[in-house]
């Protein structure tokens, strides 16, 4: 029984740094902005006054802040669907028997390594829509008109989207191929002998046993998608106009820029408890339907 005690005590003691720092630099900021939410504070005043859920809702009366939203969901959707569509295919093709299939994982997941903002920062010299930019001169030397990749209102955010999907499915391809290697071959064998094509072995047996990969990809590829602020920062500012202002974005804008804090504070509460309510439905929603494959 002492030995027990001494065990946990030194287990706490073992974990204490950890949750301290972690205390530090989230529970307590995040405890903060729930108490400035209710408040007109402007970042610098000494003194601020109570004014109840006014901020909460003057969020739903600001124009910018709904297309923010819009925005954000749209990002998040999209990027989503198209992610875990072209990351399965990705990673049967990296999972097979190719010579060189290390090699193309390194490739393939090597866009993920780097900083999002360097990322994004790349990309943009690549789709500068003026004349300088790379894709451009391509087209030019190609006997092609210049697009506007980044000051167009609907290529901005497709632009947007398709520079987070290369860079992220890659890595999500990965996933996908932990969970392959995981299928026991001997299912494979028993519907060759039975003469089972390959997408009806895909269909009945591949995909069915990809949901746990699945679920860890697609919850993360969605509260990445939903938080995201660096790619969209380093490419468009949130431009042209509001197109593809995001909502982490609105954020920082209006607790910064404006000097709106208590504002700024509402609208990250109430993004913090939309990914929470989001990310609970989609999991029980996955782990349903793992459930129901199984």
Known sequence: MIRQKHFILHCILFILPALGVYTLIRIVPLAM???????????????????????YFAIFQDDAIVGAFRNTFVFAVVNTLLITGLAIPLALVLNSALKSSHLLRAVFFFPSVPSVLIIGYIWLFILDPTANGVLNKLLQGAGLPKVNWLSDYQLAMISLILVSVWRLTGWHSCIYIANLQSIPKDYYEAASIDGASRWQQFRHITFPLLAPGMTISVMLTTIDSLKVYELPFALT????????????????????????VGRSAAMAVLFILIIFVIAAVQHTLMRRREERLE
Not at 33 to 55: E, M
Not at 237 to 254: C, D, S
């Open 33 to 55: 902005s729930f108490g400035y939410s209710f408040t007109n504070w402007d970042g610098y005043a000494p003194d601020f006054d109570f004014v109840g859920l006014k901020n």
């Open 237 to 260: 500012r949130g431009g042209p106009g509001n197109a593809t202002t995001l909502l982490t974005q609105i954020i920082m804008e209006r607790g910064i820029n404006d000097k709106l």
